[in-house]
């Protein structure tokens, strides 16, 4: 061991030792090379061998934001109003319309699917964009009933001619646009992928009980479409979001898969043939949830991002009950003139919904470009999921890179 103050391993001092010169060489060599090492270490734990270890700084933004290029939106042809209803069970237009505010949905037919429903909202958006259906780079398919339950989002890709994407299905009941727009947002921050056609589309109508007018009454089919291209990261289009679940309350709505019978595997061993059973609700309860969580994720999402309840534009809700809207509106404080509301025509259509009211809104002029929106999607799982758009562009309105 050698004592760097002067001292050698064995007590002598160097210097005065009878071979004073080769020792004093030999220290020499050895200091040289061990500082070499000692830098050398310090340098490799910096990651930069050779250099001066950078100093700590702030992480950098993400390289891009995303643009709202276009949207679009389908529904079935088929209509069924409250009226049609009244004559099959015992409820009326009038009984229908003040607990809910819906007045009509729309009802897929036997020859009709999903995939086709879908595939013409994301064509919509597209031709809406004046965007080339090969640059995109992926199709994310918002749903909880897809016609195949592996996922229907490779179908719909196919069907439209997105050779070069890749699909797949993302279910959130009827937060699921709301989802899935956050989720395509990433996909782009990132830089993974330039252009994505999000998708929300749902066909609860063949899972509803017809027979339950607490049920059946509510709900639609339908779908809607929107494609995020990546714009520069000070335009980015979503100032914010906030995403939630509580596994607690899946009881009070869904629709459960069902033992049917059980068939012999082995001697001692059997399996479970399956199927889903309708939707069911408790509404009470659900009512609850969405009246409290709505405002309280869109509060939090405002002040988050330092935007007074007077700056957003448009108050854009899952349309599932025109009282939880109002009440949303109102605990936020904006006037009930700026929901975005097509409730009376199609009902509640879970994941399509956002994306229908906003498609609709768009092309009737009611949303402009530039517009600042407050989103909400809320149901079954329970989830939620709060954001904050700019309509169109970026936050300048700006366009995609």
């Known amino acids: 061991m050698v004592i760097l103050d002067g001292a050698d391993a064995d007590g002598l001092?160097?210097?005065?030792?009878?071979?004073?010169?080769?020792?004093?060489?030999?220290?020499?060599?050895?200091?040289?090379?061990?500082?070499?090492?000692?830098?050398?270490?310090?340098?490799r734990r910096a990651g930069r061998v050779g250099r001066v270890p950078p100093r700590r700084v702030r992480r950098k933004a993400l390289p891009f934001g995303i643009a709202v290029a276009g949207t679009g939106s389908v529904a079935p042809e088929m209509v069924v109003s409250n009226d049609d209803l009244s004559?099959?069970?015992?409820?009326?237009?009038?009984w229908i319309t003040q607990r809910t505010g819906i007045r009509r949905r729309h009802v897929m037919e036997d020859e009709e699917t999903l995939a086709s429903l879908s595939a013409?909202?994301?064509?919509?958006?597209l031709e809406d964009a004046k965007f080339n259906v090969e640059d995109v780079d992926l199709v994310l398919h918002a749903t909880s009933t897809p016609d195949d339950l592996f996922g229907t989002g490779p179908q719909v890709a196919s069907m439209i001619g997105a050779t070069n994407a890749v699909a797949f299905d993302l279910t959130a009941a009827c937060s699921g646009f709301v989802f899935a727009l956050v989720t395509a947002a990433q996909y782009v921050r990132s830089g993974a992928f330039k252009n994505?056609?999000?998708?929300?589309a749902d066909g609860l109508s063949r899972w509803v009980d017809w027979s339950d007018r607490g049920t059946c009454v509510l709900f639609g089919d339908g779908a809607g479409a929107m494609l995020i291209t990546a714009a520069e990261s000070e335009n980015d289009a979503l100032l914010g979001f906030e995403l939630g679940s509580d596994g607690h309350g899946a009881c009070h709505l869904g629709v459960n898969?069902?033992?049917?019978?059980?068939?012999?595997?082995?001697?001692s061993k059997s399996a479970q043939s399956a199927k889903?059973?309708?939707?069911?609700?408790?509404g009470k309860e659900v009512f609850r949830f969405a009246t409290s969580r709505v405002p309280q994720t869109l509060s939090k999402l405002l002040e988050r991002h330092q935007i007074a309840p007077e700056e957003v534009d448009w108050l854009l809700l899952h349309q599932a009950n025109r009282r939880i809207m109002d009440s949303a509106a109102k605990r936020l404080g904006m006037p009930q003139e700026k929901i975005i509301c097509n409730l009376d025509e199609y009902g509640n259509t879970s994941a399509a919904s956002i994306p229908l009211a906003l498609d609709e809104a768009m092309r009737d002029g009611r949303?402009?470009?530039?517009?600042l929106l407050a989103c909400c999607g809320f149901g079954a799982g329970l989830t939620w999921g709060g954001a904050v758009p700019w309509c169109r562009g970026g936050a300048d309105g700006g366009d995609a890179v």
Not at 20 to 27: D, N, Q
Not at 257 to 267: K, T
Not at 276 to 282: I, Q, R, S
Not at 367 to 371: A, E, F, Q
Request: hydrophobic share 40%.
């Open 257 to 267: 898969a069902e033992n049917e019978s059980s068939f012999q595997v082995g001697a």
């Open 120 to 125: 013409k909202a994301a064509t919509k958006a």
């Open 367 to 371: 949303v402009k470009k530039g517009d």
């Open 196 to 200: 994505v056609l999000v998708i929300g």
């Open 276 to 282: 889903y059973g309708k939707l069911t609700m408790n």
């Open 87 to 94: 004559e099959v069970m015992e409820t009326t237009d009038e």
């Open 13 to 43: 001092n160097p210097r005065s030792s009878p071979g004073h010169g080769a020792s004093a060489a030999l220290r020499a060599t050895f200091l040289s090379v061990l500082t070499g090492v000692i830098l050398a270490l310090g340098a």
